[in-house]
Every structure is written in C-alpha cells, then in structure tokens.
C-alpha cells in the first residue's frame, strides 16, 4: 500500500488536495434549506448504508420470522396494521372535521386532499448521541420533503423535520428538549406550548395556574405554530401540578406510544376541528324496566326533572292533564286551567307519560283517558318515592296520572 | 523533423526544470491577484484578463513538477477566493487542477515554444472555465449558462497576453 500510494504520488496528493478544498467548500456552502453541504454530503453518503443495513437486518429478522416461525401471521398481521393505520386516520378525519359533512363527501375529500399530501417514511437510524431525540427516516428531498414539515402516526404527532438530504431526512421528536408546537386541550380548548423533556414524557407550558386541566385530558395541535395542522392528537395528560404563575403539566405524547417504524410526513397540512370532549353527564344505557309480576302494576318510568323550566314545565303540565286541558288547544279568551289547583306533593315534579294504548283503551274520542269517565275500571297503589295513581283500562295497559288532579278536573277539554 | 519539432519532442528528455527565487514565486502570483482586482476598477476591459490563471499555467508549465503545479495552483486559487463573494475553495480547485495538468504536460514537451505556449494557454484557459461552470453549478447550484463563444474569444486573448506575459517572465528566471 505504501509503494502503491509512493508510486502515484502526485495523484495522491492532487487528490487530497482536492479532497481538502472540497470539504472546506462544504463547510462553508447551505443548501437551499440552509443546511451545509458537508452535512448533506455526509448523511447522504451514510444513509445509504443505513438503509441497506437495515434492509439486511429486516430482511435477516423478516426471513426468520417470515419463513421458519410465522411466515403467514406476520404477514397478515403487517397488512392488518397498515389497514388499521389507514382506518384510523380515516375514522379520526371523518369524526373531526367532517362531523357535519356528508360522509361520502368527507371521505372523497380525505381521499383527495390529505392522502395525496403526506408521504409515508421508514424510520432507518437515529440520530448520534446518547440522549438523542432525533431519526432518519428513508424520505428525502427527492420525495418532496421540506425541512420544518410535521411527522405524524395515526396515533398522534411525531416530530418534524428539522434537515431534508436528498434521500433522507433528520426528524426532531416531540421529546426532544429542543422542540416545541402550539397545543389546545380538548375539553376546555386551552392553548399552552408542548416541550419535550429529553425523556419518554414532554410538557406544556404557559398555561395558567387558574386553568382547569385534569389528569385524562386530551392534548391536540393547536396550529398556531404553522407546524402542525390543527386538531392533530398530541398527548393525554398525566399529571397537573399548580405553579405559580403557570402550571406544570405533564404529557406523554401518543405518536411515540407503539414505538416508531413507520411514519407519515406531512407534505402540506390540512387543519382539521378539535374534536369536542364528551360531556360529563353524557347519557348512559338505561335497561328497561322489569316486567310486572303477578299481581303487579307496570309503572312507566318517570324521567328525572332537569333544570327549574323543566320542573315548571312539568307542573303546567300536570295541571292541564288533572283539569282535562291541552295546552296549545282553544281558541283565545278560553278558559285557561288553574294554575293554583293543588297537585299532592309526590305528583310535583313527576313527569306523567301517556300511554297510546290507553288513549286507545279509553274508547271516547276526543275525551282524554285520564278524565274521570275514561276510568271505569281504577286500582290506586300507593307506592314508595313514586306517588302515582296506576290506571288500568280492561285490556290492561298501564297509564299513571297525578292522584289528587285526577279527582278535581272539573272542566271538559278545550 | 526541423530544429522547432525537435526541440518540442525532446523537451522532456532535457529536463530542463526552470528555477526562481523565492520572492519571484510569491510576488508574482500575489502581483497578478492584486492585478486583477484592482486595475479593473478603472479599466473595465482588464477584467477578462485572467492573470493568476496565466501565472499558474507559467509555473507549473515550467517547474515540470505535478506536486510543485498543484500546489502552486491550490495557494494562487485559494488566494483569488479569499478576495472573491464565492466559497473558499472554488478557484482553489480549478487552479489547482490546471496547475497539475500543466506540470503533466511541462513534463512531456518542450513549452518554451511560443506557439505551444500559445495552444497550451488557450486550452488551459478554456479547461479552466469550464471547470468553474461545471463546480458552480454542482457545488453551489448556481444555475448560469456558459458563454462558449465568449470564452473562445477570451481564451484567445488570454492566450496572447499570456504569451507576452510568459516571455517577461522568463527573465525572472534563475540562470542555469
């Protein structure tokens, strides 16, 4: 090698020579996306020995896996997970930003407007350094990638791209102590900062002290960062300690949660809407009730009492029905029922819901069930919480009315 | 074969490697950069004279050392970048590369010729363009297009003041 390199000396130092002047034009030029040639030239020669590295250790993993132990359940699996990906982007776009819209329209506008736009990337190395935050994914410039374009999973953002070589890019993570987005919670829509911490979690800042966040919170792009779309998932919350002047918030991000493979980079963003919150009093499956023994009434059941309108609406009601009135009924300068008639305690507040099998049972059109002729046949039962008189008409069916309106409803419907 | 032809095909057989001393190797070269950026300020028309380029092709043409050549070449281009807008380095190469084609070719025939001093300086002119379109549009991207009727021309004119420039020169040569 030394009598090679003696041999040919003045080829060899004409070629460091040039070697010299062209690393120290490197250092000096930036590409178009400021980043200097010598970091391009660098990760382009490097990536493509990432890559086919880790195809070889793929391929190597993948051949074991593939043909000696699960040939045909990885590969289910893989497909499987790729159609999950795309159902869960699908189903997040269509329950996001196309509440309102018509499903078949939402999804030609997914199709048409945000697949097109994003480009899916292999994770192939990560970045030097112990506590790096950093990938290479296996999407350049050559594939459209730009620097500062969002990375995101299925499950929520990844990072961005901080560098874009011509067959590589450098995405920062979410965790990276160096990143930051604009966040909003979902459940009060407050605006705060996501960091990373260097480690598996990040936070958000600038939030106030007197904001309510809670542990479960739910946090998504914001969009004010011109990074990320809006309505994007970021993280749920995981602990809230109140700070002066601003609380410390901590959250693990969603993107990374399964690990980090394949990724998609976001070619141009697509604002969706946050998703509302569930309300805390959203209605729950209520069983129907049990049917009656023998022996037994059936009671309808009685639906809870909201808001003092809903009470006071269900009084006015419980006149008209004791004095036989419909309201809405009659012409102007009719008699309106009395709304001083005294209604027994338990029937205050208790919403009485005809039955059309009574209405029917009555026999007498035009004459409500629960007046006092439409009842031939009465049976009072007195029951616990529940104040209600029990009509049943002869073919059976259950009716429940106020006991004393019942007894004084003088006046014929109007 | 005539005297001239003969002189031109045995050129390397004599081995004939000029010597100068070394205030000429470092005022010459520093002279012909301080040249070309300053007297085109007020004559225009001097700045298609390439005069470091000419210097380069004259030392490493007679040094008929490629080591000697490249390095030469390397010192006067990276000089000429100092003073340049663009990246150090980008004439630095260029020369650099002239300057050890020449030495090649100083090794090989007779350039005390007038004439092959005149080819010579021409081509490496031309070679010398080129190379710089060709560095600025892979290295920095620079999308200019190449003038190549424009650079025969100068290339003759450099060839000729180069020609006039090599024989004054040589009287700053050491004496055998």
């Known amino acids: ?72 359940a990885r590969e289910e699996n893989r497909r499987l997970q790729a159609e999950l990906d795309r159902l869960k982007m699908e189903n997040r776009f269509l329950k996001t930003e196309l509440s309102t819209a018509d499903r078949a329209k939402a999804l030609v506008a997914f199709q048409q407007r945000y697949q097109p736009k994003s480009v899916a990337a292999r994770v192939i190395a990560t970045g030097a350094g112990a506590n790096s935050k950093v990938v290479f994914v296996d999407r350049g410039s050559g594939s459209g990638v730009e620097k500062g374009m969002p990375v995101v999973t299925p499950d929520g953002i990844v990072g961005k791209v901080i560098a874009a070589y011509p067959t590589a890019s450098e995405v920062m993570l979410v965790t990276d102590p160096e990143f930051a987005a604009g966040v909003v919670s979902q459940k009060n829509h407050i605006a705060g900062t996501l960091k990373g911490e260097g480690g598996a979690n990040c936070k958000v800042e600038y939030v106030a002290s007197e904001e309510k966040i809670e542990v479960g919170d739910w946090f998504y792009t914001s969009g004010d960062d011109r990074v990320f779309p809006r309505g994007f998932p970021v993280g749920v919350v995981r602990s809230v300690r109140s700070a002066s002047p601003y609380k410390e918030i901590l959250v693990e991000p969603k993107g990374l949660e399964h690990g980090l493979e394949a990724v998609l980079i976001m070619l141009e963003g697509l604002h969706q809407v946050i998703p509302e919150a569930s309300p805390p009093n959203a209605p729950v499956y209520l069983a129907p009730p049990p049917p009656p023994g023998p022996g037994e009434q059936a009671v309808q059941p009685s639906g809870p009492a909201g808001t003092d309108a809903d009470r006071l609406r269900q009084r006015y009601q419980q006149l008209g029905d004791a004095q036989g009135h419909k309201f809405g009924e009659g012409l102007p300068g009719s008699k309106p029922p ?54 049943k008409p002869a073919n059976g069916a259950a009716r429940s009315r106020p006991l004393a309106g019942s007894q004084s409803a003088p006046s014929p419907p109007q | 074969m005539n005297e001239s032809g003969d002189r ?13 001393r070394a205030r000429v190797l470092l005022f010459v070269p520093l002279a012909a950069i301080l040249f070309q950026v300053y007297l085109p300020r007020p004559f225009p028309f001097l700045g298609y004279l390439e005069l470091p380029l000419l210097v380069t092709i004259y030392f490493a043409l007679m040094r008929r050392s490629q080591i000697g050549g490249l390095f030469v070449g390397a010192l006067i281009g990276l000089a000429q970048d100092s003073l340049s807008t663009k990246p150090v380095g980008m004439f630095g190469i260029v020369k650099t590369l002239v300057g050890y084609f020449a030495a090649s070719v100083g090794l090989r025939i007779d350039v005390e010729h007038p004439f092959i001093r005149l080819v010579l300086t021409f081509f490496f002119y031309f070679f010398h363009q080129v190379l ?19 650079t025969l021309v100068l290339g003759l004119l450099n060839a000729i003041v180069g020609v006039a420039v090599f024989h004054f020169l040589d009287k700053l040569r050491e004496p055998a």
């Open chain 1, 1 to 72: 090698m030394e009598t090679l390199l003696h041999r040919h000396r003045d080829k060899t130092v004409l070629v460091l020579v040039i070697f010299a002047q062209l690393v120290l034009i490197a250092v000096q030029v930036r590409n178009d996306q400021d980043v200097r040639m010598i970091r391009v030239w660098s990760v382009t020669a490097i990536t493509p020995l990432a890559r086919v590295l880790e195809t070889l250790r793929g391929g190597g993993v993948g051949f074991f896996r593939n043909y000696i132990r699960v040939q045909d």
């Open chain 1, 338 to 391: 009395d709304f001083n008639l005294k209604l027994p305690a338990g029937a205050a507040g208790q919403t009485p819901k005809p039955t059309q099998g009574a209405e029917g049972a009555s026999g007498q059109a035009g004459e409500p069930a629960n007046s006092p002729a439409a009842a031939p046949q009465k049976k009072t039962t007195p029951r616990t919480g529940d104040e209600h008189a029990v009509d």
């Open chain 2, 132 to 150: 710089y379109w060709v560095l600025s549009r892979g290295l920095l991207g620079e999308q200019i297009a190449f003038e190549i009727r424009q």
């Open chain 2, 8 to 20: 031109i095909l045995v050129g390397n057989q004599r081995e004939q490697v000029s010597r100068f």
